[in-house]
Each structure stands twice: as structure tokens, then as C-alpha cells.
């Protein structure tokens, strides 16, 4: 058989494709867009994804080779397709298409709340004090924003002793150096918490808490309050609504904006969701399911305080 030149992708060219900044850049690009909801962020180990990047540096024929589950494969498949910019790989001396082989690792990072008791029996895990309304509005309060940092989401581990005072701060899940010495600054500041209980006793425990890093100068209000905002800004809104509505590749589906209201409580909680614009009875129900089991918010807050607001929302549709 023959083939034009342009046809053939090569599996080994003189030299590889490159993304900007290296490969260390590549994954730093990953691990920013690679979106993997709480809920299924309980798993260890890693995909493997197989790519071509053509001449232009454009990214084709994205395809997993070895899986980890459905969820983190289609986050590594669209994370994949969405990069650009490579130097395109070289064989003699001319520009060619080839292959990328790339492992993916993944590490669970259990829910904020999840506490790891030392004995068995009956257990309660710690408590901030006040519940997680007061967690919530304690990071709200007292989380500064770096410089020159990145918005998206640290993940600390640290352990309440028997006496409820935090020991231990360990991060699971970097940002950047400053950001991750903020989130030990907070924790190191908090009040003492009320320690788990094994057997109707205190015990030393674990918790694990995620904190998200939102830049005030994108959400800041021009009388000075703050809106309500989705954990990790409008791009990672975008991310999680992507992945919610796979069902928008279907056949036979409409385009078109669904408009949305609902309610962001002061613990970030999404209520009262409803539909107020639209499109077809199945679309209607997907899109508020996706609503009703978004993340908590970053509740919203005026004079400094935090209070329940009402949002409205246009989801655009383009199956």
C-alpha cells in the first residue's frame, strides 16, 4: 500500500512533539483542566492516552489505551483534545505527524469531612466548631488571595488530636508554594475543634479539606460585595457542566440556551432550583439534575457577611 507523506503519523521521529514549556508544562496544563468531581475522586492510579499531534501542532485521534474508569478517561480524552500550540515532531529534517504516548496519574483525595478514627467501634468524626456552615464561612473570611497565584483547589490533610487542637498539616493536592503555605496558614489559625470520639472517648483522627483559590479581582462586585461563585471560577463551571451534559452529543436534540434560577445558600448548598427559559422536557430535567448536584458554591457575601443570594443561569446547548 502507499501513502502520501502527510498521511503517515510516526510512532518514534527524530524528535518528538513538544508542548510549550516541556513536558513538565503539559502536566501543570492536565492537572489544571482535568476535572474529577468529589464524588468519584476516590480512585488511585493512572490512564494511559495515546495522541497524535498533527503538523500544525493541533491534537488528534485522542484514544485511551489502558483505563482507569470511565470518568477519569473522558476527563483525560477531553483534557487531551483541548491542548495546543506543540512543536510538531521531525523526522529528516521535515515536519511530521506522530504519536504521543502519555501517563495520567491520578490520586484519590477523599471528601472535605472525612474523618480516619484510630479505634473501631462507635465513632463520630472531628467537628469545626459551629459545623460546616462555620468551616465554610471561616475559610470564606479568613483565606487570602496570593499574587501571581492560581485559582482552582489545594487539598490539606492535617490531624485533630484527642484534645482538638490541629497537629500534622500535610498537603495533598499542591497549587503553588505560597498557595499551599496559606492553606497551612489557615489551618495552623483555626480554633480548637471538637475531636472525634471512638467508643464514646476522644480520639486522635484525620480530616481531610479541600480549598478553593478564586481570584477577588474577576469576582469582585463594583459596590464592593463579593457574588456567589462556583468552586474554581466560570472555567471550571464550564468544565463540570461539559461533563454533567454528555447526553448533549445525542441524536435528535435542540440547541439553545436553558435558563436556570436557583438559590446559593450561606453554606454554598444549591436550592430551589427551576427552569424560566426551556428547550424540550428531557433537556430541562438533564440540566437542572446538573444544577441540583453542582459542588458547593462560594456563597455570597455584602458587608462582610455572608447571606443567601439568587442566581440566574444560561446554559448554552449546542449538540
Request: with cysteine; aromatic share 8%; glycine share 10%.
Amino acid at each position: 500500500m502507499s501513502y502520501a507523506a502527510e498521511d503517515i503519523v510516526f510512532l518514534a521521529p527524530d524528535k518528538p512533539p513538544l508542548f510549550p514549556g516541556g513536558n513538565n508544562s503539559m502536566m501543570e496544563y492536565l492537572g489544571r483542566n482535568i476535572f474529577i468531581p468529589l464524588e468519584a475522586d476516590t480512585v488511585n492510579g493512572k490512564s494511559v492516552v495515546r495522541f497524535v499531534v498533527n503538523t500544525d501542532g493541533s491534537v488528534g485521534d485522542v484514544e485511551i489505551l489502558r483505563g482507569l474508569t470511565p470518568v477519569h478517561d473522558n476527563e483525560v480524552i477531553r483534557a487531551v483534545r483541548s491542548m495546543t500550540g506543540f512543536a510538531p515532531g521531525e523526522k529528516d529534517g521535515k515536519v511530521v505527524a506522530a504519536y504521543v504516548t502519555l501517563p495520567v496519574w491520578f490520586k484519590a483525595v477523599p471528601s472535605a469531612g472525612c474523618g480516619t478514627i484510630a479505634d473501631g467501634g462507635d465513632r463520630r468524626p472531628p467537628r469545626f466548631p459551629g459545623g460546616r456552615i462555620a468551616l465554610s464561612e471561616y475559610l470564606t473570611e479568613h483565606l487570602e488571595w496570593i499574587e501571581d497565584g492560581e485559582e482552582g483547589r489545594v487539598v490539606a490533610r492535617f490531624i485533630v488530636a484527642e484534645t482538638g487542637i490541629i497537629d500534622s498539616i500535610w498537603i495533598e493536592r499542591h497549587l503553588t508554594p505560597m498557595q499551599d503555605a496559606e492553606v497551612i496558614r489557615l489551618i495552623s489559625g483555626m480554633p480548637r475543634w471538637e475531636p472525634a470520639v471512638a467508643d464514646g472517648a476522644p480520639v486522635r483522627s484525620t480530616f481531610i479539606l479541600p480549598v478553593m483559590f478564586s481570584n477577588p479581582e474577576k469576582l469582585q462586585g463594583g459596590d464592593g460585595n463579593t457574588p456567589a461563585r462556583f468552586p474554581g471560577g466560570q472555567n471550571k463551571m464550564d468544565e463540570y457542566l461539559a461533563y454533567r451534559l454528555k447526553w448533549r452529543d445525542a441524536p435528535n436534540v435542540r440547541a439553545g440556551n436553558v435558563v436556570v434560577e436557583f438559590f446559593v445558600e450561606v453554606n454554598g448548598s444549591i436550592t430551589g432550583a427551576r427552569v424560566l427559559k426551556g428547550l424540550s422536557a428531557s433537556q430541562d430535567r438533564q440540566v437542572l439534575s446538573a444544577i441540583e448536584k453542582m459542588p458547593p458554591w462560594i456563597p455570597a457575601k455584602k458587608n462582610g457577611k455572608i447571606i443567601k443570594s439568587h442566581e440566574t443561569l444560561v446554559v448554552r446547548l449546542a449538540p
